[in-house]
Nanobody, 125 residues
Framework: QVQLVESGGGLVQPGGSLRLSCAAR????????MGWFRQPPGKEREFLAA????????SYADSVRGRFTISRDYAKATLYLQMNNLKPEDTAIYYC??????????????????WGRGTQVTVSS
């Protein structure tokens, strides 16, 4: 059974940085995609970034392109999200997800995801 475990969230001041991690356990990667969503308080979940696991090719939402960087450690089966120049509107619960058989370009619309439990990111002075 696949398990996605996020870590790295917390409280950060505006302009600061955080790096989220997502360890994938119990899954043998083959042509899959992983990525990040977030859900701000009182709002719907939104796509942030995805990565084709084998090639490492990324895809980003326009809202975070240039500030957030997605990457992975293939050997450790761990996904990362480096977040820079954080703003109060980035406050949300951040979720890691895995789309079996997917790609970075189709990830955001895929109907089948495994989800992590989320990690809270709060940007406040």
């Amino acid at each position: 059974q696949v398990q996605l475990v996020e870590s790295g969230g917390g409280l950060v001041q505006p302009g600061g940085s955080l790096r989220l991690s997502c360890a994938a356990r119990g899954w043998s990667f083959s042509g899959d995609a992983m990525g990040w969503f977030r859900q701000p308080p009182g709002k719907e979940r939104e796509f942030l970034a995805a990565l084709s696991w084998t090639s490492g090719s990324p895809s980003y939402a326009d809202s975070v392109r240039g500030r957030f960087t997605i990457s992975r450690d293939y050997a450790k089966a761990t996904l990362y999200l480096q977040m820079n120049n954080l703003k109060p509107e980035d406050t949300a619960i951040y979720y890691c997800a895995l789309n079996p058989g997917g790609s970075a370009t189709t990830f955001r619309w895929a109907q089948s995801h495994y989800w992590g439990r989320g990690t809270q990111v709060t940007v406040s002075s």
